[in-house]
């Protein structure tokens, strides 16, 4: 199957701090990726579409000028939490999709904003 | 809105032990139904998939059939393994291609030798 790498996998940082996430597809060229955000217990929910080239298409209640996102090239999505706070925590994972049939998911990123 | 609702864990089991986890899905069209399996420290697999109604997904023992008239696509295994302890989703997606997928909550399972 394809391969989605994500860096870091694990970052702490201050409050007011902002974090850059790295979402690569290692084996194929993705045109759109998603990212989602997993609270303890609780579902996987998505937060945005990132497009190549274009602008992210965020989900309804998904701040697009804390999290923003850059699809700069057909292998690489970044997220970047601006000015984190500690209700950000959370693990954030990405996906994207070779071939039209099956999502393939990054190992995620855990952030804790202390 | 779409949704999917998957029994509470944590579930935790013998080995060779008969494993149901169920799941039931909202939808306002014809989606698609997957499982997906995230074992410890790593991402979300996907472990097996049903497109239409009365399609069966099955993938290392595990068997799930969706079933329209009750909106539901438990997840079964006849003899769980040790290894097979993880966490599992179901989830949703309402269109072929390049969707994104809607998440059920997740439910643990534990074997125990």
């Known amino acids: 199957g394809a391969v989605v790498s994500q860096h870091p996998s694990r970052v702490i940082c201050k409050s007011g701090t902002s974090v850059k996430i790295e979402c690569r597809s290692l084996d194929f060229q993705a045109t759109t990726m998603f990212w989602y955000r997993q609270f303890p217990k609780k579902s996987l929910m998505l937060m945005a579409t990132?497009?190549?080239?274009?602008?992210?298409?965020?989900e309804q209640g998904v701040e697009k000028d804390k999290f923003l996102i850059n699809h700069a090239s057909l292998t690489l999505s970044t997220l970047t939490v601006t000015s984190a706070h500690p209700e950000d925590s959370s693990f954030y994972i990405c996906?994207?999709?070779?071939?039209?049939?099956?999502?393939?998911f990054g190992p995620g990123t855990r952030l804790t904003v202390l | 809105g779409d949704s999917v609702t998957q029994m509470e864990g944590p579930v935790t089991l013998s080995e060779e032990a008969f494993l149901t986890i169920n799941c039931t899905y909202t939808?306002?069209?014809?989606?698609?139904l997957f499982w997906y399996v995230q074992y410890p420290g790593e991402g979300l697999q996907l472990l097996l998939k049903?497109?239409?109604?009365?399609d069966k997904g099955s993938n290392k023992g595990f068997e799930a059939t969706y079933r329209k008239e009750t909106t539901s696509f438990h997840l079964e295994k006849g003899s769980v393994q040790v290894s097979d302890s993880a966490v599992y989703f179901c989830a949703l997606s309402l269109n072929s291609g390049n969707t994104p997928l809607v998440f059920g909550k997740g439910t643990r399972l534990s074997v125990i030798a």
């Open positions: 996906s994207g999709d070779p071939s039209g049939y099956e999502q393939f």
């Open positions: 049903a497109t239409k109604a009365d």
């Open positions: 990132s497009n190549e080239g274009s602008k992210a298409t965020y």
């Open positions: 939808a306002t069209g014809y989606p698609s």
